[in-house]
T-cell receptor, first 109, second 114 residues
């Protein structure tokens, strides 16, 4: 699977949009971009995934660049409960997820 | 239940004892995974099941660790002669098939070896 690069940490203000970047410059055509988050060592929570089109669900939006070498997870209105470690993972035909260090997001009141 | 269920949620055991951790995957999910996360560390893959067979056991850290799955459903992770370095949260996950399907995690079993 392609590696991903994420900033180690970021802060955002409660009520504002949080934009989490991820670089995956070696992604190949059949690999999806997945996002998970983990709060206080609870089980990782699935957020969203996409291949090349932008995706939106009740939790977030995923914007993938046209060349697919990077993506952004958008939490439209961050709340304190969104404070977590966010993982961007590229996954193709591999059966498992390989987690990196992720981005520690702190939402501040 | 609707999600992946794990038990016990917390376990404190004495060094040298054996422990068993149980995972009930989402109904119908044929793929099952075990991960481990030590305090402040990343998620470490342990083992993957497809049905009752385990084609990838590469992440098991030593021969004290074993896992089985019966009936294509419930899985048990067994740690023999526990050591203090085994203290971690053990996470189980499942998905519909192997590749390409979303993987859902349980809340984990916290193991403390004293």
């Amino acid at each position: 699977d392609a590696k991903t690069t994420q900033p180690p940490s970021m802060d955002c203000a409660e009520g504002r949009a949080a934009n989490l970047p991820c670089n995956h410059s070696t992604i190949s055509g059949n690999e999806y971009v997945y996002w998970y988050r983990q709060i206080h060592s609870q089980g990782p929570q699935y957020i969203i995934h996409g291949l090349k089109n932008n995706e939106t669900n009740e939790m977030a939006s995923l914007i993938i660049t046209e060349d697919r070498k990077s993506s952004t997870l958008i939490l439209p209105h961050a709340t304190l409960r969104d404070t977590a470690v966010y993982y961007c993972i590229v996954r193709g035909n591999d059966y498992k997820l390989s987690f990196g260090a992720g981005t520690t997001v702190t939402v501040r009141a | 239940g609707a999600g992946v269920s794990q038990s016990p949620s917390n376990k404190v055991t004495e060094k040298g004892k054996d422990v068993e951790l149980r995972c009930d995957p989402i109904s119908g999910h044929t793929a099952l995974y075990w991960y481990r996360q030590s305090l402040g560390q990343g998620l470490e893959f342990l083992i993957y099941f497809q049905g009752n067979s385990a084609p990838d056991k590469s992440g098991l850290p030593s021969d004290r660790f074993s896992a089985e799955r019966t009936g294509g459903s419930v899985s048990t992770l067994t740690i023999q002669r526990t050591q203090q370095e085994d203290s971690a949260v053990y996470l189980c996950a499942s998905s519909l098939q192997n590749s390409g399907n979303t993987i859902y995690f349980g809340e984990g079993s916290w193991l403390t070896v004293v």
